[in-house]
């Protein structure tokens, strides 16, 4: 199974011409993601995998504050404070099927600014597949 921590915490309207510096794009614009966080929990999003409050099996996602709970493997808490709420799966190989999906309106001639933080669960001494991420523009 693959087993993901995704959290997306921004996706910002930045206008025109503001990224400066190297390294780098600090979002100064209005937040396009609803409840990027994950602190409201199972909302605003959708999901090809059901939600689930326990595991039991491969092909669930739940939203928590620590992994470690659902599965001792999985090695992973909040990234930002610690004790914030973060998107947990275990995914099925069996599909293709979406973890986190969203549609975000975005206007033309305009830069964007995506922030997230994603991380595959298992172990580095496990043999596990790691992530795999995609974003689509249509």
Request: overall charge negative; charged content about 10%.
């Amino acid at each position: 199974s693959i087993t993901l921590l995704f959290v997306v915490s921004a996706l910002t309207s930045q206008g025109q011409n503001t990224c400066t510096g190297t390294g780098g794009v600090t979002p100064t614009g209005t937040e396009l993601i609803a409840n990027g966080n994950f602190s409201s929990g199972n909302s605003g999003f959708t999901s090809d995998y059901p939600y689930v409050s326990v595991f039991t099996g491969n092909g669930q996602y739940t939203v928590d504050t620590n992994a470690s709970v659902f599965n001792s493997w999985w090695l992973s808490k909040d990234h930002t404070t610690g004790s914030g709420k973060f998107f947990i799966m275990d995914a099925s190989t069996a599909t293709r099927n979406r973890s986190w999906y969203q549609t975000v309106n975005v206007s033309t001639n305009t830069e964007y600014v995506l922030q997230m933080w994603v991380t595959n669960l298992i172990p580095s001494w496990g043999s596990f597949p790691d992530p795999y991420f995609e974003i689509k523009i249509k």
